[in-house]
Protein backbone atom coordinates (compact mmCIF):
# COMPACT_ATOMS: atom_id res chain seq x y z
CA UNK A 1 0.00 0.00 0.00
CA UNK A 2 1.22 3.67 -0.84
CA UNK A 3 1.64 6.68 1.66
CA UNK A 4 -1.08 8.62 0.85
CA UNK A 5 -2.83 12.14 1.83
CA UNK A 6 -6.19 13.07 2.32
CA UNK A 7 -8.55 15.71 3.42
CA UNK A 8 -10.93 15.62 6.80
CA UNK A 9 -13.43 17.86 7.69
CA UNK A 10 -15.09 18.15 10.91
CA UNK A 11 -18.28 19.50 10.23
CA UNK A 12 -19.94 22.16 11.98
CA UNK A 13 -22.27 19.75 13.64
CA UNK A 14 -19.39 18.18 15.47
CA UNK A 15 -17.30 21.01 16.40
CA UNK A 16 -20.71 22.65 17.60
CA UNK A 17 -21.49 19.55 19.58
CA UNK A 18 -17.09 19.85 20.90
CA UNK A 19 -16.67 16.22 19.27
CA UNK A 20 -14.02 17.37 17.36
CA UNK A 21 -11.24 16.20 20.23
CA UNK A 22 -12.33 12.64 20.18
CA UNK A 23 -12.84 12.69 16.50
CA UNK A 24 -9.16 13.89 16.27
CA UNK A 25 -8.25 11.10 19.04
CA UNK A 26 -9.40 8.57 16.81
CA UNK A 27 -8.05 9.32 14.22
CA UNK A 28 -4.92 9.49 15.49
CA UNK A 29 -5.72 5.78 16.90
CA UNK A 30 -6.07 4.47 13.49
CA UNK A 31 -2.77 5.43 12.28
CA UNK A 32 -3.51 9.05 10.53
CA UNK A 33 -0.86 11.52 11.10
CA UNK A 34 -2.34 14.99 11.03
CA UNK A 35 -0.08 16.78 8.63
CA UNK A 36 -1.67 20.17 8.72
CA UNK A 37 -4.71 21.29 11.04
CA UNK A 38 -6.59 24.43 11.09
CA UNK A 39 -10.11 26.07 12.62
CA UNK A 40 -12.31 27.73 10.28
CA UNK A 41 -15.32 29.73 9.31
CA UNK A 42 -16.04 29.34 5.88
CA UNK A 43 -18.15 32.71 4.73
CA UNK A 44 -20.80 31.57 2.08
CA UNK A 45 -18.33 32.45 -1.10
CA UNK A 46 -15.60 30.02 0.11
CA UNK A 47 -18.06 27.01 1.21
CA UNK A 48 -19.67 27.66 -2.48
CA UNK A 49 -15.77 27.14 -4.00
CA UNK A 50 -15.29 24.00 -2.30
CA UNK A 51 -18.74 22.32 -3.20
CA UNK A 52 -18.55 24.13 -6.57
CA UNK A 53 -18.81 20.32 -7.94
CA UNK A 54 -22.23 20.36 -6.38
CA UNK A 55 -23.60 23.55 -7.66
CA UNK A 56 -27.02 22.62 -9.24
CA UNK A 57 -28.32 19.83 -7.13
CA UNK A 58 -30.83 20.00 -5.00
CA UNK A 59 -28.72 19.89 -1.71
CA UNK A 60 -26.46 22.80 -2.78
CA UNK A 61 -27.61 25.49 -1.22
CA UNK A 62 -28.61 23.47 2.44
CA UNK A 63 -25.01 22.26 2.40
CA UNK A 64 -23.36 25.82 2.09
CA UNK A 65 -25.67 27.28 4.73
CA UNK A 66 -24.45 24.23 6.96
CA UNK A 67 -20.65 24.68 6.13
CA UNK A 68 -21.07 28.15 6.73
CA UNK A 69 -23.30 28.22 9.64
CA UNK A 70 -20.31 27.68 12.45
CA UNK A 71 -16.46 26.79 12.36
CA UNK A 72 -15.10 23.43 11.02
CA UNK A 73 -12.03 21.82 11.31
CA UNK A 74 -10.12 20.97 8.52
CA UNK A 75 -6.87 18.73 8.21
CA UNK A 76 -4.66 16.72 5.80
CA UNK A 77 -4.20 13.23 6.77
CA UNK A 78 -1.18 10.82 6.21
CA UNK A 79 -1.39 7.06 6.36
CA UNK A 80 -0.87 3.96 3.95
CA UNK A 81 -4.26 3.52 1.80
CA UNK A 82 -5.19 6.98 3.68
CA UNK A 83 -8.18 7.89 1.25
CA UNK A 84 -10.13 4.40 1.89
CA UNK A 85 -9.35 4.07 5.28
CA UNK A 86 -10.34 7.20 5.97
CA UNK A 87 -14.02 6.47 4.33
CA UNK A 88 -14.01 3.21 6.52
CA UNK A 89 -13.53 4.92 9.57
CA UNK A 90 -16.02 7.88 9.54
CA UNK A 91 -19.30 5.44 7.94
CA UNK A 92 -21.48 5.69 5.74
CA UNK A 93 -22.86 9.59 4.12
CA UNK A 94 -26.22 8.62 6.50
CA UNK A 95 -25.19 8.02 10.42
CA UNK A 96 -28.56 5.56 10.28
CA UNK A 97 -26.76 3.36 7.54
CA UNK A 98 -23.06 3.73 9.20
CA UNK A 99 -20.96 0.80 10.46
CA UNK A 100 -21.44 0.55 14.07
CA UNK A 101 -18.50 2.67 15.88
CA UNK A 102 -17.67 4.56 12.96
CA UNK A 103 -17.47 8.73 13.04
CA UNK A 104 -20.75 9.53 11.39
CA UNK A 105 -22.54 6.55 13.46
CA UNK A 106 -21.30 8.30 16.75
CA UNK A 107 -21.64 11.87 16.22
CA UNK A 108 -23.65 12.47 13.02
CA UNK A 109 -27.51 12.97 13.06
CA UNK A 110 -28.53 12.72 9.67
CA UNK A 111 -27.40 12.53 6.18
CA UNK A 112 -26.76 16.66 6.24
CA UNK A 113 -25.38 17.01 9.38
CA UNK A 114 -23.01 13.84 9.68
CA UNK A 115 -19.91 15.04 11.60
CA UNK A 116 -17.31 14.73 8.83
CA UNK A 117 -16.20 14.87 5.46
CA UNK A 118 -13.49 12.92 3.74
CA UNK A 119 -12.04 12.74 0.02
CA UNK A 120 -13.28 10.22 -1.85
CA UNK A 121 -9.72 9.53 -4.34
CA UNK A 122 -6.03 10.78 -4.23
CA UNK A 123 -6.60 13.51 -7.01
CA UNK A 124 -9.60 14.51 -5.07
CA UNK A 125 -7.77 14.69 -1.89
CA UNK A 126 -4.72 16.90 -3.62
CA UNK A 127 -7.51 19.56 -4.53
CA UNK A 128 -9.27 19.93 -1.45
CA UNK A 129 -6.11 19.80 0.75
CA UNK A 130 -4.81 22.89 -1.82
CA UNK A 131 -8.24 24.76 -1.49
CA UNK A 132 -7.58 25.21 2.62
CA UNK A 133 -3.45 24.76 3.34
CA UNK A 134 -0.93 26.81 1.38
CA UNK A 135 2.13 23.70 0.16
CA UNK A 136 4.35 25.44 3.17
CA UNK A 137 1.47 25.07 5.58
CA UNK A 138 1.12 20.96 4.90
CA UNK A 139 4.38 18.90 6.79
CA UNK A 140 6.59 17.11 4.74
CA UNK A 141 6.40 13.30 4.62
CA UNK A 142 9.25 11.71 6.79
CA UNK A 143 11.21 10.22 4.09
CA UNK A 144 11.31 13.83 2.37
CA UNK A 145 12.02 16.25 5.08
CA UNK A 146 15.58 17.24 4.65
Not at 65 to 82: C, G, Q, T
Not at 113 to 141: C, L, M, Q, W
Request: proline share 3%.
Amino acid sequence: MALERTLSIIKPDAVEKNHAGAIIARLEAEGFTVKALKRVHLSRKEAEGFYEEHRGRGFFDELVAFMSRSPIIVMALEREDAVARYREVIGATDPAKAAEGTIRKLYGASVGENAAHGSDKTSTAAREISYFFAGYEVSPTASSAS
